[in-house]
Nanobody, 126 residues
Framework: QVQLQESGPGLLKPSQTLSLTCTVS??????????WSWIRQPPGKGLEWMGA???????YYSPSLKSRTSISRDTSKNQFTLQLTSVTPEDTAVYYC??????????????????WGQGTQVTVSS
């Protein structure tokens, strides 16, 4: 049974770089059946798909975040990482990592993703 767990700092200042790691257990991130996504939910708003990395290592990004987002992986640790540069208070959100067996760019239908990590709160404030 695949399980995901996010980790990273909970508080950043504007202009800093957010770095979050998702540790995968119970399955390999190189498994051909999965795509590994980052999704966030700002307070009072809906889910926003940020990007994904495929089992092949190919990456996909939301056009609105592409200039600030980078997703990478460490296969030796079975982890994938999100970096978001130049954060602002508008980047305050709960950040989730999630797995899916298909990739629909921008999709936020919760039913497409299983499993999800528990989510981690990130606050950007001066």
């Amino acid at each position: 049974q695949v399980q995901l767990q996010e980790s990273g700092p909970g508080l950043l200042k504007p202009s800093q770089t957010l770095s979050l790691t998702c540790t995968v257990s119970g399955g390999s991130i190189t498994n051909n059946y999965y795509y590994w996504s980052w999704i966030r939910q700002p307070p009072g708003k809906g889910l926003e798909w940020m990007g994904a990395i495929a089992s092949s290592g190919s990456t996909y990004y939301s056009p609105s975040l592409k200039s600030r987002t980078s997703i990478s992986r460490d296969t030796s640790k079975n982890q994938f990482t999100l970096q978001l540069t130049s954060v602002t208070p508008e980047d305050t959100a709960v950040y989730y990592c999630a797995a899916s067996k298909t990739l629909i760019l921008g999709a936020t239908d919760k039913n497409l993703y299983e499993p999800w990590g528990q989510g981690t709160q990130v606050t950007v404030s001066s």
